[in-house]
Structure formats: C-alpha cells, structure tokens
C-alpha cells in the first residue's frame, strides 16, 4: 500500500489528470443502479494520495499554490459526473433529426461544469492540508461545502451526491433522517477516504477506530429503526398507480391522444388488485394528459364518469392560463390537477422548480439570437408556478406533490413537508430510456421519504413507479417499460425522528466538526515544522 501511494503521489501531467478522471468515474460504481459503494474506498484514498502530491509553487501567487489541487478536483469531477450523467443524452435522440447536434454539449458540458464543484472542494481541503488525518477530515469538508452549493447555485443540481453512495439500501438509509444529506455527504467522503491511512503509520489507529465507530453507527441505526415495531396506522389511504409506459414518440402526436387516454381510463378503471379495496387515489404520471383541458372539456366528463364516488385523480397535465383563444400570450404550466368524481378541477400545483434548457430557456433573447433554444421537454415553454401548497385527498390527508426532479432537493421537500402526510412525485423518465438516470432519479425519491418520515407516492410515464414507506422500502412497484397499474393500501403514521430544522443543524454540526479538526491538525503541522 506505501508504494502504491507513494507511485500516485509522484504522478505528474497527464498521467495524474488521468488517474483522477479513472478515479471518478470508478466512484459512480457506488450509485444507483450498481450500488457497489465499496468502489468508493478505491476511488477517495486515490484521491488523498493525488492531493498529497498537489504542492504547487511554494513561493508563488495563492492561486499558484492551489492549482495543482483544483487541476485533481476537477479532473475527479469530470470523470464522475461523466460516467455517471452521459444518459442525459438519451433525452436528445428522442428527436435526434432536430436536437442531435447538441449531444456533446449535454453529455460533456454538463460534466464539465459541474467538475468546477470538485475543483473547488479539493482547493478547500487542500488549504486545511496535513500528513495525518486530519486531511481526511479537511476532505469530508470539502466536499461536504461543493454539495452543498450544488444544491442551490445556478438554479441547483445535486444528481448523485456523494452521500447517496452510502445508502444502497433502507438499512443503511436510515442515518440520514437525523444527518440530513449535508451531514451524509460529509460523512460519506471521510469513510471513504479513511483508506488512505494505511498508506503510513501515523494515526492509523485512530482512523480505523473512527470507521469502526462510525460504519456500526451507520448500520446500528438503520438495523434499530427498521427492526422497531411501527406505529400504529392513524388513517391508511386506497391508492391506485398507473404507469402507461407511453412512447415518447407518440407523446404529443394529436392522431394517438385519444388512445393514450383511453389507455389511461383503461388502466384506471379496471377491477382491484386480488386482497384490495376500491382505490380512494389514483395517480397518474406528468404531463400524462395528452391534450389540454381547454381543447378537450369533454376529457373531464370522462374522467367523471370513470371516477366512482369519493374517488379521486391526480395527474400531470399541461396547464395554460391567459391569452386569446388562438393561444396568443399564453402561459403554458407543468402542473398536477386534482380532480373529484363529479369531474371537476378540486386543485392544481404548478411545478416550481423548473429544469433549465428542458422546460425554459435561461436568458432566452440572449441566446436566441444565436440559435440556441429549448430541448426537450415539449412543444411549448413552461413559466414556474409561485408557490406549492398540499392537496387534499379523501379522508383529509394532506399530499405535498412534487413534479420531476424537484424531488432531488432536500431543502425544498423538507421544508414543505412538514404540512403533509403524503409526499408524491410524478415524473417522466421515459426520455432516459432504461439508462442509469431513472434509477438513479428513484433513489433520490427514495432518500426523501426516509429524511422526512413520510410515504411516497411516484407514478413515473416508463419506470419506476412506486410506493415507498417512509423508512425507504419499497412496498410495491412497476419496472421501467412495464405498463400497468398497482394498488396498495398506504398506512399513515408520522415517523419523523427529528425535525427538519434539527437535521439541518445536526448536518452542519457535523460539516464543521471535521472543519475544525482538519483546521487544527492543519496549525499543529505548520506549528512542528516550524
């Protein structure tokens, strides 16, 4: 092991710009759909051992100093959002003859601008740099800071955290509803990187006392909360999922609406499941409605129809409001309706959070001017709905709906769900084919109901569509092209260990902690060599 370090620590060039790209990349193992986190204990120690080497110009500029550092960050980022971000591509070709030409730019612009995260993660670390563990530590904080901004900066896109690796499973999802995703990642990146250890002597005990402690805590806890009895049910809810496994193809193609709709009526309206009653909900996937309620009124006369009494539909439509009857002016919403058994509109929620390039066009008279427009999401631009608010459901339980990958962001759902009994996310991810993307997008769904203690409802176009308990299992689900529907009676008893303002603060607690022990072992160097 001391020579293997000591090859990557000399490594210089291309040959460590390649070693950290292979790194990265090898790091996506540890995500969904592989889940094989422990190609994550390869790639971190590689990782220290590259920035041990990352000395820059002693007596140069601080940018001087750093840039070795941010050169190995990036490249790892690079490798990693690449390997595990390339079926974002798969969305072009559904109509390759007008949006091929921009492949190249999704499939490696992307990566290359999330890898700027990374650089800046390991230019953080390497400025709290030591010999011992507490470079270790300085990592976790690191990358625990680059998620966090990844969260939010540029719109946000937190696709494959780091601390997602850590949870392949609901026995070992569990930590995360008291560390929240920040406190996950942080711990994520220092268990990893712990390896590198071994590469010397000094505090090798200590490290491998910490990841003792710390892995039995991680699955403690999960084994603890999944093996104690549960609650009892206050209310249960009878819920239907359709998924209708619609080609995209046909999507929006007027000569096949009033088939897919049939085929959606179809699905909806057959008997129960064997052991099941009447379902009370029915959910259908976004923008599932293949036609607009304003064209079609008589869609909603036939979904009263097949709608019996106390029943109720959510699903995804395209919402427009305003403008002339030609259409002109109008704004055009990503929205889910809820609608009652006399076939009426009962509530709408407008998706917020917005997918840029897929659903609006950012600084679009800027870019239109060079030709550069909307890709994928359909035949219109959507405008973001204000705020979202839970739907009522029969029996008065409250369902917080989010549309998409809105579902990615532990902030936005934590802080609305506090109003909700039911979390449910529909989606569309049948642009990404049987790709890593919709298993991946499952997961982070997945992750939410354990962080908020609450169920999850997903009705997915192509896979996955869902129902998880709020401690991460999977009750019953469709698999990617599968079309059909499920039905499954969802208990409701609030389960939430700690609130989510306490998890925040744990998580933040623990980010600083490793801050403060890379910082001090960081001074206790400095102060020995000097």
Known sequence: MVRLAGRIILLWGWRRALVAFLAGALAVLGQAPYDFFAACFISFPVLVWLLDGATGEASGSLFRRLRPAFAVGWWFGFGYFLAGLWWIGSALLVEADSFAWALPFAVVGIPFALAFFYGFATVVARLLWSSDIGRIAALAFGFALAEWLRGFLFTGFPWNAIGYAAMPVPLLMQSVSVTGMIGMNALAVFLFALPALLAARRHLRLGAALFVALAAAHVGFGYVRLAAPEKPAERSLNVRIVQPAVDLSEKWDASVRDRIFATLLGLSAKAPDPGHDKPQLILWPETS??????????????????????????????????????????????????????????????????????????????????????????????????????????????????????????????????????????????????????????????????????????????????????????????????????????????????????????????????????????????????
């Open 289 to 530: 409605v293949p036609f607009l309620f304003t064209e079609r009124p008589d869609a909603l006369t036939a979904l009263g129809d097949m709608l019996g009494d106390g029943q109720m539909l959510i699903a995804g439509v395209v919402r427009e409001e305003g403008g002339s009857a030609a259409g002109a002016d109008s704004r055009y919403y990503n929205s889910v309706v809820a609608i009652d058994d006399k076939g009426e509109i009962a509530d709408a929620v407008d998706k917020v959070h917005l997918v840029p390039f897929g659903e609006y066009l950012p600084f679009a008279d800027l870019l239109s001017r060079f030709g550069i427009e909307q890709l994928v999401a359909g035949p219109m631009t959507f405008t973001a709905g204000n705020e979202r608010h839970a739907i009522t459901l029969p029996g008065g339980l409250l369902a917080l709906p989010f549309i998409c990958y809105e579902v990615i962001f532990p902030d936005l759902v934590a802080v609305d769900a506090t109003s909700a009994q039911l979390i449910v996310n529909v989606t569309n991810d049948a642009w990404f084919g049987d790709t890593p993307g919709p298993y991946q997008h499952f997961r982070q769904a997945q992750i939410r109901a354990v962080e908020n203690g609450l169920p999850l409802l997903r009705a997915a176009n192509n896979g996955i569509s869902a129902v998880v308990d709020q401690r991460g299992r999977i009750v019953d689900a469709l698999a990617i092209d599968a079309r059909g529907a499920i039905d499954v009676k969802v208990p409701i008893a609030e389960q939430t260990v700690v609130s989510e303002g306490q998890r925040r603060i744990n998580g933040m607690l623990i980010t600083l902690l490793f801050a403060l022990g890379g910082a001090l072992l960081n001074v206790r160097q400095r102060l020995r060599v000097n």
